[in-house]
């Protein structure tokens, strides 16, 4: 259960939140978790999120019993851990999910099949929808991973099957599967949408925040891509503004603040949102943990002590600062965080500046200090290129003017749908320009009776400037 509490990401947040002098953290340890939800502390604000053995149904009578205010939504928890609410609230909440069908087995016998649902050589149905292979089956609970994409045969077949990281392995493919479906449980099945590669995560703190991280997606190779630190490697990208609108409609159709989800960048131009995680961080990004710490204050105190926000607060450390804080505040960090729990202390403005008395400040140092700190803070994002290369290879086009009917009747029965060219390119095409060429210059042998004189009959060479009427490639 400890897990994500003992993150760094949750450390090094929690370090910054009590930086501001505001906040007491109280521990829910695992054996205070197990014990009876009555005799756990009373707090003013609870961050709770669901992980292996949690027990979340308790947490939500204790939200029901004291009434604390929720960063993340306790009660709407539930529908994270099934797939098939996740996809429903999407689609109520009108974001775009990828097509899919849902074969729910819930009930029914193992190997039995509800009805409606009929699966053929190189796709499934379900009352006549329809989803053709590639298609990706997934586990209706969220806390199954193993996720097969099943290939028709017209791409060698098999399945390729994804799950947790093991080592370096996040996905194996089995050439030798008979393309079947898993009958054990209930399954969606959604159409496999190509990504050029990568999947794309991204993470809210609140619905006006959002970050957004891209790796190499498992179903490239299945090997999981590493830094020389041993860290899989992702690289921030940017959201579109389609894609944060989207950001701000999941954390607030799940009632999470702080929220992760995945998302998918089609090919065909659109994104869809293909899985929601609930309560998730980014990792080793010094900017986001203080940007993260500074919207959890600002929400906690709108709802607690909105007065507090009427006064400057005390000038929380920032990125590599942080070492410099007192030890009575290092001191009172978690060592063994299970659930999180805050409460706003309410101290005076006094004691919060006293106790960050030693925590050294832009705004005292010199200027060139100051300029110091601030690039000490800065963190390079990305580096953004657009490169073009020099080597070429000429197309050895030749451009010509041509009035004769048999070629501009060429000319109207490829033309393309802009009504702009015609592109000859297969071999019939080819073959029909080949025959009204002979045809000419056997009308034209009849007429000059000379074959070297071209040129005379209508062909005359263009100006590379002139837009050609007829182009082969």
Same mark, same amino acid.
Not at 14 to 43: C, N, Q, S
């Given at each position: 259960?400890?897990?994500?509490?003992?993150?760094? +990401?949750?450390?090094?947040?929690?370090?910054?939140?009590? @930086?501001?002098?505001?906040?007491? =953290?109280?521990?829910?340890?695992?054996?205070?978790?197990?014990?009876?939800?009555?005799?756990?502390?009373?707090?003013?604000?609870?961050?709770?999120? #669901?992980?292996?053995?949690?027990? !979340?149904?308790?947490?939500?009578?204790? @939200?029901?019993?004291?009434?604390?205010?929720?960063?993340?939504?306790?009660? @709407?928890?539930?529908?994270?851990?099934?797939?098939?609410?996740?996809?429903?609230? $999407?689609?109520?909440?009108?974001?775009? &999910?990828?097509?899919?069908?849902?074969?729910?087995?819930?009930?029914?016998?193992?190997?039995?099949?509800?009805?409606?649902?009929?699966?053929?050589?190189?796709?499934?149905?379900?009352?006549?929808?329809?989803?053709?292979?590639?298609?990706?089956?997934?586990?209706?609970? *969220?806390e199954d991973h193993?996720?097969?994409?099943?290939?028709?045969?017209?791409?060698?077949? *098999?399945?390729?099957?994804?799950?947790?990281?093991?080592?370096?392995?996040?996905?194996?493919?089995?050439?030798?599967?008979?393309?079947? =479906?898993?009958?054990?449980?209930?399954?969606?099945?959604?159409?496999?949408?190509?990504?050029?590669?990568?999947?794309?995560?991204?993470? /809210?703190?609140?619905?006006?925040?959002?970050? @957004?991280?891209?790796?190499?997606?498992?179903?490239?190779?299945?090997? =999981?891509?590493?830094?020389?630190?041993?860290?899989?490697?992702?690289?921030?990208?940017? $959201?579109?503004?389609?894609?944060?609108?989207? %950001?701000?409609? &999941?954390?607030?159709?799940?009632?999470?603040?702080?929220?992760?989800?995945? $998302?998918?960048?089609?090919?065909?131009?659109?994104?869809?949102?293909?899985?929601v995680n609930g309560?998730?961080?980014?990792?080793?990004? #010094?900017?986001?943990?203080?940007?993260?710490? *500074?919207?959890?204050?600002?929400?906690?105190?709108?709802?607690?002590?909105? #007065?507090?926000?009427?006064? %400057?607060?005390?000038?929380?450390?920032?990125?590599?600062?942080?070492?410099?804080? +007192?030890?009575?505040?290092?001191?009172?960090?978690? *060592?063994?965080?299970?659930?999180?729990?805050?409460?706003?202390?309410?101290?005076?403005?006094?004691?919060?500046?006293?106790?960050?008395?030693?925590?050294?400040?832009?705004?005292?140092?010199?200027?060139?200090?100051?300029?110091?700190?601030?690039?000490?803070?800065?963190?390079?994002?990305?580096?953004?290129?657009?490169?073009?290369?020099?080597?070429?290879?000429?197309?050895?086009?030749?451009?010509?003017?041509?009035?004769?009917?048999?070629?501009?009747? !060429?000319?109207?029965?490829?033309?393309?749908?802009?009504?702009?060219?015609?592109?000859?390119?297969?071999?019939?095409?080819?073959?029909? !320009?080949?025959?009204? /060429?002979?045809?000419?210059?056997?009308?034209?042998?009849?007429?000059?009776? %000379?074959?070297?004189?071209?040129?005379?009959?209508?062909?005359?060479?263009?100006?590379?400037?002139?837009?050609?009427?007829?182009?082969?490639?």
């Open positions: 259960m400890s897990k994500k509490a003992k993150s760094k +990401p949750m450390v090094e947040i929690i370090k910054r939140l009590l @930086a501001y002098g505001e906040f007491e =953290v109280i521990t829910f340890g695992d054996e205070m978790l197990g014990g009876d939800y009555h005799d756990w502390p009373v707090v003013q604000c609870l961050l709770a999120w #669901h992980s292996e053995n949690f027990p !979340l149904k308790k947490a939500q009578r204790y @939200a029901a019993l004291r009434k604390p205010y929720l960063v993340n939504d306790v009660f @709407a928890q539930d529908i994270l851990l099934d797939r098939r609410r996740v996809y429903a609230r $999407l689609m109520e909440s009108g974001i775009p &999910v990828p097509p899919h069908i849902v074969v729910d087995r819930d009930g029914l016998a193992p190997g039995e099949d509800p009805p409606g649902f009929v699966e053929g050589e190189d796709y499934v149905e379900v009352d006549g929808q329809r989803i053709e292979k590639p298609f990706v089956e997934k586990p209706v609970s *969220g193993n996720i097969y994409i099943y290939y028709p045969f017209s791409m060698g077949g *098999g399945v390729k099957k994804l799950f947790r990281k093991v080592n370096n392995r996040s996905a194996d493919y089995d050439s030798k599967h008979p393309g079947t =479906v898993r009958r054990d449980s209930s399954y969606i099945y959604e159409q496999f949408l190509p990504t050029g590669g990568t999947d794309v995560k991204v993470y /809210t703190v609140g619905p006006r925040y959002a970050h @957004a991280e891209a790796r190499k997606s498992p179903v490239v190779d299945g090997k =999981v891509q590493r830094a020389p630190d041993g860290k899989e490697v992702r690289y921030p990208v940017l $959201l579109s503004p389609q894609e944060k609108e989207t %950001a701000r409609m &999941v954390s607030l159709a799940f009632g999470q603040r702080v929220c992760g989800f995945d $998302l998918l960048r089609s090919d065909r131009g659109r994104s869809y949102v293909c899985d309560w998730s961080f980014v990792k080793n990004s #010094h900017k986001y943990y203080d940007d993260a710490a *500074g919207i959890l204050r600002l929400v906690i105190l709108s709802a607690l002590a909105p #007065h507090r926000l009427l006064v %400057a607060p005390p000038e929380a450390p920032r990125g590599p600062q942080l070492k410099t804080l +007192p030890p009575s505040c290092l001191a009172s960090l978690p *060592g063994d965080t299970a659930v999180l729990v805050s409460s706003d202390s309410l101290r005076s403005q006094g004691e919060g500046a006293e106790a960050l008395a030693s925590v050294p400040s832009g705004s005292l140092r010199g200027l060139d200090e100051g300029e110091e700190a601030l690039r000490e803070d800065e963190e390079l994002r990305c580096v953004l290129a657009v490169v073009r290369h020099g080597d070429r290879t000429p197309k050895q086009k030749l451009k010509m003017r041509v009035t004769q009917p048999a070629l501009l009747a !060429l000319c109207v029965k490829y033309m393309d749908a802009k009504g702009k060219q015609a592109k000859l390119k297969s071999p019939s095409e080819l073959q029909d !320009l080949l025959d009204a /060429t002979r045809s000419l210059l056997l009308a034209m042998e009849a007429e000059d009776g %000379a074959v070297e004189d071209k040129t005379g009959s209508g062909v005359q060479p263009l100006s590379t400037s002139e837009p050609p009427f007829v182009e082969k490639d």
